[in-house]
Each structure stands twice: as C-alpha cells, then as structure tokens.
C-alpha cells in the first residue's frame, strides 16, 4: 500500500522559514515523481513544485521560485519542501502527491496527473 505522510507543518512568522517532509513508503517503483500542492480556505488546490526521483529534476512555479528548495534523500525515501520568507499568503494545508514516472514537460504541477496523496499537513503564517 502507497502511503505519503507529510510532516513539518505548524505556526510561522511572516518571514520565517519552514521545511515539510514528505514520507514515501510502498511505492514499488524506483521512476516517480513527488511533487507539493497547497490548498488555501477556499480556493482550488495549487501546485507548486515536484522533484523526479531518478533525475533528480526540479520544478518550480513561478509565484515560488526563488524562495522555496525542494529536494529529495532516496536512502530516506522523503521529499522535502522548504520555504523561505513565510507571507501570510502561504498559509494552506500544504500536500505531497506522487505518480509513477518522471514529469518530462516544464508546466505547473496538475492533480490530475497525481495518483497518490498524503493527508496533508497545515502551515499557518502570521504577520
């Protein structure tokens, strides 16, 4: 059974710097690509960021580039989200999401194309 569980959530300071974890388990494949999506109070589950685990490729969308690093540890089988320079805007439960393969177009990561999901984990951020 696939299980991502996400962790690393809490309270923040507008400014501040918070790192998620995404743990991977079950996943019998070694190609697969894990990516991050937010879901803020009434609006539409937003990807942001997805990392292949053979690659290693990175992708960022751009509302995020620049202050925020995800990065992979395979012997930990964990992905991980860090974001820098909190705004209260980044406040949502914040979802890690895989899917077999490697993503090979530079586009918005999209939940449709996700297969499976962790519970996701809330970031609040106060000004």
């Known amino acids: 059974e696939v299980q991502l569980v996400e962790s690393g959530g809490g309270m923040a300071q507008a400014g501040g710097s918070l790192r998620l974890s995404c743990a991977v388990s079950?996943?019998?494949?070694?190609?697969?690509?894990i990516a991050w999506f937010r879901q803020a109070p009434g609006k539409e589950r937003e990807g942001l960021s997805c990392?292949?685990?053979?690659?290693?490729?990175?992708y960022y969308i751009e509302s995020i580039k620049g202050r925020a690093t995800i990065s992979g540890d395979n012997a930990k089988s964990t992905v991980y989200l860090q974001i820098d320079s909190l705004k209260p805007e980044d406040t949502a439960v914040y979802y890690c999401?895989?899917?077999?393969?490697?993503?090979?177009?530079?586009?918005?990561?999209?939940?449709?194309?996700?297969?499976?999901w962790g519970q996701g984990t809330q970031v609040t951020v106060s000004s």
């Open positions: 990392i292949a685990s053979n690659s290693g490729t990175t």
């Open positions: 079950g996943f019998g494949y070694n190609d697969y690509t």
């Open positions: 999401a895989a899917k077999i393969g490697d993503f090979y177009d530079n586009r918005d990561p999209d939940t449709d194309d996700y297969d499976y």
